[in-house]
């Protein structure tokens, strides 16, 4: 569904990401974890267009993505950022429908649209009329979830879609996300900077640091056969908050 062939992007003189390759399986969820500041975010928003590479090339469903195509291409990705992005003088319904409105879509398809995509996110119809300010902070990512597939997407990406948001609503929010993902069997490539996060939505990690790759697998595999000595600090730092709470609890 989706590969990057040496895509690189620089900042000035900082490497955000070195020529970087990745093959993104379809109807899988490929996680990206490492450290603020490895890349991830970087690779992400290349993938959705948001940012220009500096080299290499990227494929979306077969598709070499280029500046002719590229608002086409987009139109088989929904993106969903931390805290959602959504736009604060539009609706919740505006919000969820822009795009389909702009591609002229009819008027029943949309609303048949929103009704099921809010069934599905389990938004109360009632939040339509309400603005952004006016909704909690999960059910701001719900209606960016909603944004995000109204099109259909065949590859749906997600920057740190969690992160903002309390304890108890995260994990809530955790489980109907998963839920979404294995019913829509869709291409998913998610970042986190959380392990335990990632290890429960991914079929695949990618660890990152410093601009590249550095292994990839599931958890199981990068904590038996760490590819360097970074592999296994990073799942050991991520290790001790859980130590230290069961050792609190007794």
Not at 70 to 96: K, S
Not at 147 to 157: G, K, Q, S, T
Not at 160 to 183: C, N, T, V, W, Y
């Amino acid at each position: 569904m989706l590969e990057l062939t040496q895509v690189s992007k620089r900042y000035g003189s900082t490497a955000a990401l070195a020529a970087t390759d990745l093959m993104v399986p379809a109807g899988q969820t490929t996680v990206l974890i490492g450290p603020s500041g490895c890349g991830k975010s970087t690779l992400l928003r290349l993938v959705a267009g948001l940012v220009r590479s500096d080299s290499g090339s990227i494929r979306v469903g077969g598709t070499t993505v280029t500046p002719e195509n590229l608002d086409v291409v987009r139109r088989r990705m929904g993106y969903v950022i931390q805290e959602g992005g959504l736009f604060p003088h539009l609706t919740v319904r505006r919000n969820a429908t822009l795009m389909a409105e702009h591609l002229k879509w009819p008027a029943a398809r949309i609303e048949q649209r929103l009704r099921t995509l809010t069934e599905m996110v389990r938004l109360s119809p009632e939040l339509w009329p309400r603005y952004p300010l006016e909704l909690s902070g999960g059910q701001r990512q719900r209606v960016s979830l909603m944004r995000a597939l109204m099109l259909d997407p065949d590859l749906l990406l997600l920057d740190e879609p969690l992160g903002a948001l309390d304890p108890m609503i995260r994990f809530e929010l955790q489980r109907e996300l998963k839920s979404i993902f294995d019913r829509l069997g869709k291409t998913v490539v998610l970042v986190t900077h959380d392990i335990a996060e990632a290890a429960f939505f991914g079929d695949r990690l990618v660890l990152m640091r410093e601009g590249g790759i550095v292994q990839q697998g599931s958890l199981r595999q990068l904590a038996a056969q760490p590819a360097e000595p970074f592999v296994e600090r990073f799942i050991s730092a991520q290790r001790e908050p859980v130590r230290l709470l069961n050792e609190v609890l007794g």
